[in-house]
């Protein structure tokens, strides 16, 4: 393969890297949220659950620093939080818990939720916290893509420019994107992870808050 040939058939490579790359950062990946133009999700960046989003009973102040007092109360939040407990199980734990308080249903139930709340709320906290370092990993590699990309731009323009050890760079720089543009498909899956706790959230809130007594 000649020198010239060898520029042309790189020149078309890493053009296509290049649009790939590009197309996966700046302002493109911050749709979701003006406010911050580093989130990278199309929902909007809402730090912490909307109690008044999830929550149709009582206050739960009073029970948000007891309800961990309780083993019973305790075994049930991690039960109801965790996402392999279907909404069926979730159901027949909450009828079956509400049966046992008796005369203190009410109190149970609140303090329950309280628990429920407390503890999504730090888990979707720490999955959003989680998709602020993937957003940010994802730039810095794109950075490093682009920076790859010039230097091997470099490398084909040069007078003594070697086919062979262009075409080895851009092996391994189209490697890289690929796994960009893998980690980058995957961070859609990654943002609804809120929503889902969210929805869970408001789904149990509804069968607990269904459980009190407004008599």
Not at 50 to 69: F, K, M, N, Q
Not at 171 to 196: K, W
């Given at each position: 393969?000649?020198?010239?040939?060898?520029?042309?058939?790189?020149?078309?490579?890493?053009?296509?890297?290049?649009?790939?790359?590009?197309?996966?950062?700046?302002?493109?990946?911050?749709?979701?949220d003006p406010d911050d133009?580093?989130?990278?999700?199309?929902?909007?960046?809402?730090?912490?659950?909307?109690?008044?989003?999830?929550?149709?009973?009582p206050d739960i102040s009073?029970?948000?620093?007891?309800?961990?007092?309780?083993?019973?109360?305790?075994?049930?939040?991690?039960?109801?939080?965790?996402?392999?407990?279907?909404?069926?199980?979730?159901?027949?734990?909450?009828?079956?818990?509400?049966?046992?308080?008796?005369?203190?249903?009410?109190?149970?139930?609140?303090?329950?939720?309280?628990?429920?709340?407390?503890?999504?709320?730090?888990?979707?906290?720490?999955?959003?916290?989680?998709?602020?370092?993937?957003?940010?990993?994802?730039?810095?590699?794109?950075?490093?893509?682009?920076?790859?990309?010039?230097?091997?731009?470099?490398?084909?323009?040069?007078?003594?420019?070697?086919?062979?050890?262009?075409?080895?760079?851009?092996?391994?720089?189209?490697?890289?994107?690929?796994?960009?543009?893998?980690?980058?498909?995957?961070?859609?899956?990654?943002?609804?992870?809120?929503?889902?706790?969210?929805?869970?959230?408001?789904?149990?809130?509804?069968?607990?808050?269904?459980?009190?007594?407004?008599?």
């Amino acid at each position: 393969m000649s020198v010239k040939s060898g520029k042309t058939l790189v020149a078309a490579k890493l053009a296509a890297i290049l649009l790939a790359a590009v197309s996966f950062t700046g302002p493109a990946m911050a749709f979701g949220d003006p406010d911050d133009p580093n989130w990278p999700c199309q929902q909007r960046k809402v730090p912490e659950l909307s109690l008044g989003a999830v929550w149709t009973g009582p206050d739960i102040s009073a029970h948000t620093a007891t309800w961990r007092d309780d083993k019973e109360t305790r075994d049930l939040v991690g039960l109801l939080a965790a996402r392999r407990t279907t909404l069926d199980e979730a159901q027949a734990a909450i009828d079956a818990f509400a049966e046992r308080a008796a005369g203190a249903r009410n109190e149970k139930m609140i303090s329950l939720f309280a628990g429920l709340y407390s503890t999504l709320d730090i888990e979707r906290s720490d999955v959003m916290n989680g998709i602020d370092r993937f957003a940010r990993k994802q730039r810095e590699m794109a950075a490093e893509l682009r920076k790859r990309t010039s230097a091997i731009d470099k490398m084909r323009d040069a007078p003594d420019a070697d086919p062979m050890a262009i075409n080895a760079a851009y092996d391994e720089l189209n490697f890289e994107t690929r796994v960009f543009g893998d980690r980058q498909r995957s961070l859609t899956f990654v943002c609804e992870v809120p929503v889902i706790i969210e929805q869970r959230t408001f789904r149990l809130g509804k069968m607990i808050a269904d459980k009190i007594s407004t008599d």
